[in-house]
Protein backbone atom coordinates (compact mmCIF):
# COMPACT_ATOMS: atom_id res chain seq x y z
CA UNK A 1 0.00 0.00 0.00
CA UNK A 2 1.25 3.06 -1.06
CA UNK A 3 1.92 5.51 1.50
CA UNK A 4 2.99 8.62 -0.49
CA UNK A 5 1.22 9.28 -3.64
CA UNK A 6 1.53 11.18 -6.93
CA UNK A 7 -1.85 11.69 -8.26
CA UNK A 8 -1.33 13.35 -11.07
CA UNK A 9 1.52 11.28 -13.81
CA UNK A 10 2.18 14.35 -15.70
CA UNK A 11 2.45 18.38 -16.16
CA UNK A 12 2.89 20.41 -19.04
CA UNK A 13 3.88 24.12 -18.55
CA UNK A 14 4.64 27.00 -20.69
CA UNK A 15 7.93 28.36 -19.99
CA UNK A 16 8.22 31.12 -17.35
CA UNK A 17 5.20 30.27 -15.89
CA UNK A 18 4.26 28.46 -12.66
CA UNK A 19 4.73 24.93 -12.03
CA UNK A 20 2.72 23.31 -8.98
CA UNK A 21 3.09 19.59 -8.14
CA UNK A 22 1.43 17.88 -5.48
CA UNK A 23 1.95 15.33 -3.31
CA UNK A 24 -0.67 13.68 -0.57
CA UNK A 25 0.48 10.68 2.28
CA UNK A 26 -1.28 8.76 4.40
CA UNK A 27 0.86 8.05 7.15
CA UNK A 28 1.36 10.67 9.85
CA UNK A 29 4.03 9.72 11.53
CA UNK A 30 5.97 10.95 8.42
CA UNK A 31 7.91 14.34 10.02
CA UNK A 32 10.29 14.52 7.38
CA UNK A 33 9.59 15.40 2.98
CA UNK A 34 11.92 15.68 0.22
CA UNK A 35 11.18 16.34 -3.07
CA UNK A 36 13.88 14.81 -6.00
CA UNK A 37 14.21 15.22 -9.58
CA UNK A 38 15.11 12.75 -12.06
CA UNK A 39 16.74 13.58 -15.93
CA UNK A 40 16.39 10.25 -18.07
CA UNK A 41 19.00 7.21 -17.94
CA UNK A 42 20.12 9.32 -14.27
CA UNK A 43 19.78 8.69 -10.48
CA UNK A 44 17.39 11.17 -8.70
CA UNK A 45 19.18 14.15 -7.44
CA UNK A 46 18.12 15.98 -4.15
CA UNK A 47 15.88 19.26 -4.59
CA UNK A 48 14.44 20.46 -1.66
CA UNK A 49 13.26 19.27 1.79
CA UNK A 50 10.61 20.21 4.46
CA UNK A 51 10.71 19.16 8.16
CA UNK A 52 7.15 18.65 9.99
CA UNK A 53 8.10 21.46 12.17
CA UNK A 54 7.77 24.01 9.08
CA UNK A 55 5.19 24.55 6.66
CA UNK A 56 7.35 26.02 3.96
CA UNK A 57 10.84 26.27 2.83
CA UNK A 58 12.62 27.78 -0.02
CA UNK A 59 15.63 27.78 -2.72
CA UNK A 60 15.96 30.10 -5.18
CA UNK A 61 13.23 29.36 -7.73
CA UNK A 62 11.40 26.26 -5.60
CA UNK A 63 9.64 26.61 -2.89
CA UNK A 64 7.47 23.58 -1.08
CA UNK A 65 4.76 24.33 0.94
CA UNK A 66 3.42 21.48 3.92
CA UNK A 67 -0.31 20.72 5.26
CA UNK A 68 0.12 18.40 7.84
CA UNK A 69 -3.80 18.52 8.55
CA UNK A 70 -4.39 17.71 5.01
CA UNK A 71 -1.74 15.44 4.67
CA UNK A 72 -0.50 17.04 1.37
CA UNK A 73 2.56 19.06 -0.02
CA UNK A 74 3.51 20.80 -2.98
CA UNK A 75 6.12 22.05 -5.17
CA UNK A 76 6.28 25.50 -6.72
CA UNK A 77 8.29 26.37 -9.21
CA UNK A 78 8.92 29.88 -10.95
CA UNK A 79 9.74 30.84 -13.54
CA UNK A 80 10.00 27.08 -14.76
CA UNK A 81 12.66 26.98 -17.16
CA UNK A 82 13.06 24.27 -20.22
CA UNK A 83 15.97 22.66 -17.73
CA UNK A 84 13.14 21.75 -15.13
CA UNK A 85 11.30 19.59 -17.96
CA UNK A 86 12.14 16.02 -15.91
CA UNK A 87 10.58 13.32 -13.38
CA UNK A 88 9.69 14.89 -9.97
CA UNK A 89 9.58 12.32 -6.70
CA UNK A 90 7.70 13.29 -3.89
CA UNK A 91 9.49 11.09 -0.69
CA UNK A 92 8.91 11.02 3.28
CA UNK A 93 10.45 9.50 5.98
CA UNK A 94 9.03 8.38 9.39
CA UNK A 95 11.73 10.10 11.91
CA UNK A 96 14.24 7.87 10.46
CA UNK A 97 16.76 7.20 7.38
CA UNK A 98 14.18 4.98 5.25
CA UNK A 99 12.61 7.00 2.34
CA UNK A 100 8.99 6.18 0.66
CA UNK A 101 8.25 7.31 -2.91
CA UNK A 102 5.50 8.56 -4.33
CA UNK A 103 5.13 7.11 -8.19
CA UNK A 104 6.73 10.72 -9.69
CA UNK A 105 5.12 13.54 -12.24
CA UNK A 106 7.13 13.81 -15.17
CA UNK A 107 7.11 17.51 -15.79
CA UNK A 108 7.72 19.01 -19.72
CA UNK A 109 8.12 22.86 -19.55
CA UNK A 110 6.84 24.31 -23.46
CA UNK A 111 8.90 26.72 -25.12
CA UNK B 1 34.92 13.01 -5.35
CA UNK B 2 32.81 10.66 -7.57
CA UNK B 3 29.66 10.40 -5.34
CA UNK B 4 27.93 7.12 -5.59
CA UNK B 5 28.86 4.51 -8.72
CA UNK B 6 27.05 1.55 -9.99
CA UNK B 7 28.60 -1.10 -12.06
CA UNK B 8 27.55 -2.02 -14.72
CA UNK B 9 25.13 0.39 -16.18
CA UNK B 10 23.66 -2.77 -18.39
CA UNK B 11 22.99 -5.86 -18.19
CA UNK B 12 20.79 -8.40 -19.92
CA UNK B 13 20.47 -12.50 -18.23
CA UNK B 14 18.76 -15.12 -18.64
CA UNK B 15 15.62 -16.34 -16.57
CA UNK B 16 17.87 -18.64 -13.69
CA UNK B 17 21.21 -16.39 -14.05
CA UNK B 18 22.42 -15.17 -11.43
CA UNK B 19 24.99 -11.87 -11.08
CA UNK B 20 25.92 -9.44 -8.63
CA UNK B 21 25.33 -5.58 -8.80
CA UNK B 22 28.11 -3.12 -7.53
CA UNK B 23 27.60 0.31 -5.67
CA UNK B 24 30.59 2.31 -3.97
CA UNK B 25 30.27 5.66 -2.14
CA UNK B 26 33.58 7.66 -1.43
CA UNK B 27 31.05 10.16 0.71
CA UNK B 28 32.24 8.16 4.23
CA UNK B 29 28.08 7.84 4.62
CA UNK B 30 27.23 5.04 7.25
CA UNK B 31 24.03 4.18 5.15
CA UNK B 32 22.97 3.10 2.06
CA UNK B 33 20.30 1.42 0.07
CA UNK B 34 19.28 -0.45 -3.13
CA UNK B 35 15.72 0.80 -4.67
CA UNK B 36 14.13 -0.72 -8.05
CA UNK B 37 12.35 1.65 -10.22
CA UNK B 38 9.45 0.46 -12.49
CA UNK B 39 6.94 2.55 -14.38
CA UNK B 40 3.96 4.06 -12.27
CA UNK B 41 5.61 2.56 -9.21
CA UNK B 42 8.23 5.06 -8.07
CA UNK B 43 11.32 3.80 -6.27
CA UNK B 44 10.89 0.55 -3.90
CA UNK B 45 13.03 0.01 -1.34
CA UNK B 46 14.42 -3.75 -1.71
CA UNK B 47 17.44 -3.97 0.73
CA UNK B 48 19.54 -1.35 3.48
CA UNK B 49 22.64 -1.18 5.33
CA UNK B 50 22.72 1.04 8.30
CA UNK B 51 26.82 0.37 8.46
CA UNK B 52 29.22 -1.97 7.66
CA UNK B 53 28.42 -5.50 8.05
CA UNK B 54 24.55 -4.91 8.65
CA UNK B 55 21.76 -5.24 6.38
CA UNK B 56 17.73 -5.34 6.99
CA UNK B 57 14.76 -6.13 4.02
CA UNK B 58 13.07 -3.03 3.33
CA UNK B 59 9.71 -3.01 0.76
CA UNK B 60 10.57 -5.78 -1.80
CA UNK B 61 12.84 -8.06 -0.49
CA UNK B 62 12.35 -11.34 -2.21
CA UNK B 63 14.85 -12.71 -4.81
CA UNK B 64 17.54 -10.71 -3.79
CA UNK B 65 20.47 -10.74 -1.19
CA UNK B 66 22.69 -7.99 -0.33
CA UNK B 67 26.53 -7.76 1.89
CA UNK B 68 28.38 -4.46 3.62
CA UNK B 69 31.52 -6.16 4.38
CA UNK B 70 33.27 -2.78 3.64
CA UNK B 71 31.47 0.55 4.47
CA UNK B 72 32.15 1.99 1.12
CA UNK B 73 30.95 -0.99 -0.71
CA UNK B 74 27.03 -1.92 -1.04
CA UNK B 75 26.63 -4.97 -3.27
CA UNK B 76 23.11 -6.61 -4.50
CA UNK B 77 22.85 -10.25 -5.73
CA UNK B 78 20.29 -11.65 -7.58
CA UNK B 79 20.71 -15.87 -7.27
CA UNK B 80 18.13 -17.00 -9.85
CA UNK B 81 17.01 -14.18 -11.89
CA UNK B 82 13.15 -13.82 -12.89
CA UNK B 83 11.35 -11.45 -15.68
CA UNK B 84 9.92 -10.33 -12.84
CA UNK B 85 12.94 -8.69 -11.79
CA UNK B 86 13.66 -6.63 -14.98
CA UNK B 87 13.79 -2.84 -13.82
CA UNK B 88 16.15 -0.13 -13.22
CA UNK B 89 18.47 -0.53 -10.00
CA UNK B 90 19.17 2.52 -7.95
CA UNK B 91 21.81 2.73 -5.22
CA UNK B 92 22.14 5.20 -2.64
CA UNK B 93 23.53 6.12 0.75
CA UNK B 94 23.13 8.88 3.46
CA UNK B 95 24.42 10.23 6.59
CA UNK B 96 21.06 9.78 8.22
CA UNK B 97 17.63 11.18 8.30
CA UNK B 98 18.87 13.50 5.21
CA UNK B 99 19.00 13.41 1.77
CA UNK B 100 19.86 10.59 -0.02
CA UNK B 101 22.25 10.41 -2.93
CA UNK B 102 21.81 8.32 -5.61
CA UNK B 103 24.02 6.31 -8.47
CA UNK B 104 23.47 6.86 -11.81
CA UNK B 105 21.73 3.33 -12.25
CA UNK B 106 21.40 -0.28 -13.79
CA UNK B 107 19.30 -1.09 -16.60
CA UNK B 108 18.73 -5.07 -15.57
CA UNK B 109 16.46 -7.39 -18.85
CA UNK B 110 15.88 -10.59 -17.78
CA UNK B 111 15.01 -12.74 -20.62
Known amino acids: DQQVKQNSPSLSVQEGRISILNCDYT??????FLWYKKYPAEGPTFLIS?????DKNEDGRFTVFLNKSAKHLSLHIVPSQPGDSAVYFC??????????FGAGTTVTVRA | NAGVTQTPKFRVLKTGQSMTLLCAQD?????MYWYRQDPGMGLRLIHY???????AKGEVPDGYNVSRLKKQNFLLGLESAAPSQTSVYFC??????????FGPGTRLTVL
Open chain 1, 50 to 54: ISSIK
Open chain 1, 27 to 32: NSMFDY
Open chain 2, 27 to 31: MNHEY
Open chain 2, 92 to 101: ASSYGQYEQF
Open chain 1, 91 to 100: AASENDYKLS
Open chain 2, 49 to 55: SVGEGTT
